[in-house]
Structure formats: C-alpha cells, structure tokens
C-alpha cells in the first residue's frame, strides 16, 4: 500500500540533544500561578458547547487521532492532514498550552457539560474545568494553578494535563523546542448510541456539479432510526471553496449519535448554472432562479373544438352571515360545480349542493369527478388540495332520484366559524335537475322543505357567482424556439369567461377563470421541461400530466408556496413528442400564471455528465 507523502521535516532529526532537553520541558506541568478565567470566558466555553467553530475534526476511522502542531503557529496536521487553529498553541510560562474547545473538537472530542451538573463546569475527558474560578480536577483531583488560563478571551489548558486526561501521548515532534506531537485515542462513544454514517462519490467537485450522497447509518442493536439532522448539506454548491457536511441520526430510543463529518472541495471551471442544474436535477416541484422568464416570447396556444360543459360558480358572498342559498341553477347533462365559502355564521355550520329532481322521471345523477377540502382557515390550501383530490379522484358514485325528489350530491364536513370550504365537482345528470349550494348552520337539515324557506343572499359585491357556458378550454401548441412561455389568467391573451347569475339575471366575468379545465397539448415537447411561474403573487395549485403511458398529478409547489415569477416551479421534462397538461387556476391563488417551456436536453457547453443514481 502506498502512503501519502508527509510532513515529514517535523519528523527529521528525532535525537536527544540540548535542544530536545527544551523541549521535553515544555511537556511539564505549568507552573504556580496561572490566571483564573474571567465571566466572558465561562460565556465563551458555554457557547463551545453548541458551536465548533474553527478547526473542523477529522472523521475517526483510525485507532488514533494524532495532532502535530507548533505553538504561535497556526497550520496544524491532524492524522497527516493540514488544517488550521483558529488560535494557536501558545507558550505560558515555558509550557505548552493549548486551547481547549479546538482540540477537543480536532480530536473528536467536543467538550460538554460536566457529569456533576455544577453551574459553569465543563468537561473533556477527566478535566472538569470551573469557568467561573477557572479552578481545574483530573479524575476529582485538583490542579495546580496554572493548568488553566485564558488568553485573549480563549480558555487554554496545558498540553500535558490534556494528554493525561485522554491517555494520549505527548512527544516532542522535533529539535526546535516548539513542535510537538499528541496522539489520542478515538472517543469509544456510548455503545448503546446509533452511528451516523455517509459518503459522497467524490472528494473534490467542479462547481454547479452534483453531489451523491449515500447515507449508511445504523444502529447497534437495529433500533429504528427515527430522525436524521444535516447540517452544511448541498446537493451543489456554486461557489469554489471548502465546505463541511454533518449529519447526526436519533434512534426510537431517544439516543442521538455523535456528529459524521466530510469535508467537500469545490474547485475549477464551472459545470452549471443554477438554471441549467435545475434544468437537470430539480425535482417536479421544486423553485429554481430564472430572472429572465418575462423576457421569454409568449407562445400563442390554438383553440380547438371539444368536450365541454357549463360551470356553476358559488363564490359570493364569500363569507354568509345567516343561513341562506348561496348559488341556484338547473342542469342537464354534465357540468362542473365549484364552491367556495367560509363560515362567517358566529356558530358551526355546513355547506350543502342540493339536487332536485325537475322530470317527471326518475332521474340519475353521476359524481364523474370531485376535489374537496374542508375545514381549512387557510386560503392557499383550500385550492390545492382541492386540485390534488380532483385530479385523484376516479368518481363513479350514482344517485337516483324519484320525481321531485332532493338529495345531497355534496356535504362539506362541519365549520367553525372562520372556517372554510373549496369543493370542485364534475357530475353527469341524464335528466333536468336543479342545484342548490347552500349554508346551513348545523342544527338545520338539509331538505327540501328547508331549503325551500330559506333567504336567498345577496352577492357581496366583490365576488363572484353564476353560470358560464363552455367552462373547459382545449388548447394546441408546437413547441419551436426554446424558452417560450404561455400565460393563462391575465384577461388579454386568455380572456375571462363571461355567463349570468341564474339569480339576479345579471351578466358576470370570471375573472381569473378559477374552475375552468385548460386541456393543453404540447406538441414536440420531447427533450423539454416545463415549469410554473407565478404572475401574481402567492401561488398553490396542481397540475395533471400525461406524458406518454405516465399520468401523474404534480403538486406546485411541492412544499410551500410559489410568489416570485423569477423564481418558477418545476413542473416535469417531458420523455413523449405530445405532452398533455390539464390545469385549473386554484381556488385562493393569485393570476394570473405562465408556462414556461425550456429545452432541458443536454446542450452544447453543458459539461460534466448527467448523474442518476438517487440513493
């Protein structure tokens, strides 16, 4: 096996000479006298407690941990490793001194609170240090003064009591008098603890190229490992440099393992952009940065003929203060129903959709689809999961209702007050029938003859409600030069649907057309990635993909919310030449949105390679 090479100057020279006597003197005990620690070093070793800071430790795969090191100097050599103090050894009355915090943490061994439980009291090993008095115990035998001191706000303790309290070995590294060598054994740990463990497939990275991590953490007697804490992990970083990654592990005792560290050397000619890594790694979902996405041209999709059917609009008033019917239209066929209230009764409530039947023949009434949330006080999930459920649902439930005969076709579960409801329902009647949202507070049974007493509530005059024809838009495009994007929602190039309030007889828009399907096909999408960026402000919707033999419902964004229209939400890179998206414009969301398709296809001047593996 070869080994690498050394410093081995340190090494040169080991005989006993004058000199040597010097520096065999450094490795005595300090003298009578030492300075007592003042408060801000008790606040310095309290913060150590949480924050390493400085020189980082080496990962304990050896028996031994050896430091190399020379005092006021600050390159030290950790296991043959350079690295670097961020206050040096110092030389205290002729002896050694070291600072504690940074060679427990080289060492692997951060110092903690003291076993005793004594306010102010440290410990590393077998040294409890007093930060207050700055008073000193090895094995609960005190310390001469001196032992400890401080240093410009840094608690330093003697070389030699620290090797003591560790068993290590301390030697004299070189003839100079100042070069000395301390060799440790690695931390035995708690043997009931759970390891944490990882690697990367490499040491050193371009930037804007990918990282592997693969995660082997486990436990000794196969407990489950229940959380697991990152700190310093990325999955690329952009900027050369040096960076360290932890990751400590908790297992179903409660036992937490001791932190895992690498470190990672980001160095050389750049690989990616954050653009083009998100082009190839981003996951559906997931932001990435594009400051350009409204300079891109807008791509103009055809209108086609197809399948449609009228949507019956309940969204006002908003927030009903009594009892009453919100919404009331009659259908046949199929039609789309899309409600959206909250509670403002003072008491709980329910929201209903009442069908009745209007021949003078059993009628049926088919739920094709239907999305629903409720109770929720919070807007942006009303819309989303509502989409998500829609997009989930396979239908397929039949009511059949006699002459005259009313049912339920939606109950929302019951409302506080303040809370809301967002119900999206596609339904297929092959008869006439009336439908009816209503609010009833929660003593109130939803039947005919109640409904029938019921108020009917005005529109609160910044809402919307009614009936609009042709509520399913489907939309052609061939994709050319890439990026390109399609907006949707702004009133100009996707004008608003108009239809009438089958109540007052008034003509309404619907403005933003939340509750209309887009049907979009994409042609040539092949090589291309599509994502969401937001034109409006806060935006949580849901998309559903065809994409070949794939169908897949994509949450956007996959966690949080989406604002920023230079910040776009990856949708999906299309495998199939025809990609269809089925959109519809979320309920407690802004608009309007953009499509923006790029061509996420390796291109010209893309280096490095694409990795798959995802462990």
Not at 90 to 119: C, F, K, N, Y
Not at 267 to 285: H, M
Not at 459 to 465: A, K, M, Q, S, T
């Amino acid at each position: 096996m070869l080994f690498p090479a050394r410093h081995t100057t340190l090494h040169a020279h080991r005989r006993r000479s004058p000199s040597l006597l010097t520096a065999l003197s450094l490795l005595m005990p300090p003298a009578l006298g030492g300075t007592a620690l003042p408060a801000a070093s008790a606040l310095l070793i309290t913060a150590a407690l949480t924050n390493t800071g400085g020189a980082q430790a080496a990962q304990m795969t050896a028996g031994s941990v050896q430091l190399t090191f020379t005092v006021d100097q600050l390159p030290v050599y950790v296991n043959g490793d350079t690295s670097q103090w961020t206050t040096p050894p110092r030389l205290v009355a002729g002896r050694a001194m070291l600072p504690l915090r940074e060679t427990g943490v080289l060492l692997g061994r951060p110092i903690g609170r003291a076993d005793s439980g004594q306010p102010g009291a440290v410990q590393l090993g077998r040294l409890v240090v007093d930060t207050r008095s700055g008073a000193a115990t090895l094995g609960g035998v005190a310390q001469p003064d001196g032992t400890v001191t401080t240093l410009g706000g840094v608690l330093y303790v003697s070389a030699r009591t620290l090797a003591d309290t560790l068993n290590a070995n301390l030697v004299a590294a070189d003839d100079s008098g100042r070069t000395l060598t301390l060799t440790s054994l690695r931390d035995g740990g708690n043997p009931l603890s759970p390891q944490a463990r990882f690697s990367t497939d490499k040491n050193v990275y371009a930037p804007g190229e990918r990282i592997v991590y693969t995660e082997y953490a486990f436990d000794p007697d196969g407990a489950d490992l229940t959380a697991r804490k990152w700190t310093g992990r990325q999955d690329v970083y952009f900027q050369p440099g040096t960076y360290t990654v932890g990751l400590t592990v908790t297992n179903s005792r409660g036992l937490q393992s001791a932190p895992f560290t690498r470190t990672i050397t980001v160095q050389g000619d750049p690989i990616d952009t954050p653009l083009t890594y998100a082009l190839k790694y981003a996951l559906p979902g997931d932001a990435f940065p594009d400051a350009q996405v409204l300079t891109y041209p807008s791509a103009l999709p055809t209108p086609v003929t197809g399948d449609t059917a009228p949507l019956i609009f309940s969204d006002s008033p908003e927030v009903p203060t009594q009892s009453g019917v919100l919404y009331q239209d009659t259908v046949t066929g199929r039609a789309r129903l899309l409600a959206y209230h909250l509670n403002g009764l003072g008491r709980p409530a329910r929201l209903y959709v009442l069908a009745r039947n209007l021949d003078d023949r059993p009628v049926d009434i088919l739920t094709n689809r239907v999305g629903e949330t409720a109770p929720t006080r919070i807007e942006g999930t009303l819309g989303q999961v509502t989409l998500m459920e829609y997009f989930a649902s396979t239908g397929g439930t039949t009511l059949t209702l006699a002459p005259g005969q009313t049912a339920a076709v939606y109950a929302s579960p019951t409302l506080n007050a303040g809370s809301g409801v967002n119900v999206m329902q596609d339904l297929t009647a092959n008869g006439r029938v009336e439908l009816t949202v209503l609010m009833l507070e929660d003593t109130l049974p939803p039947t005919a003859q109640v409904a029938q007493q019921l108020p009917y509530l005005k529109p609160d005059g910044r809402h919307v409600r009614g009936t609009f024809p042709d509520a399913v838009r489907h939309l052609r495009v061939t994709l050319g030069a890439l990026p390109t994007r399609i907006t949707i929602g702004d009133g100009q190039l996707d004008p608003a649907l108009t239809g009438t309030d089958a109540l007052t007889g008034q003509p309404v828009k619907l403005s933003g057309n939340y509750g209309v399907l887009y049907d979009l096909q994409v042609d040539g999408a092949a090589g291309s990635a599509v994502a969401l960026s937001p034109r409006g402000g806060l935006y949580r919707g849901a998309m559903n993909i065809t994409d070949g033999p794939i169908v897949q419902a994509i949450k956007l964004p996959r966690v949080g919310t989406a604002l920023n229209a230079s910040a776009p939400t990856l949708m999906w890179r299309a495998n199939a030449d025809h990609l269809n998206i089925d959109f519809v414009p979320a309920s407690g969301s802004n608009l309007p949105i953009s499509l923006v398709f790029y061509r996420a296809q390796s291109l010209p001047g893309w280096g490095g390679v694409l990795k798959t593996y995802q462990p």
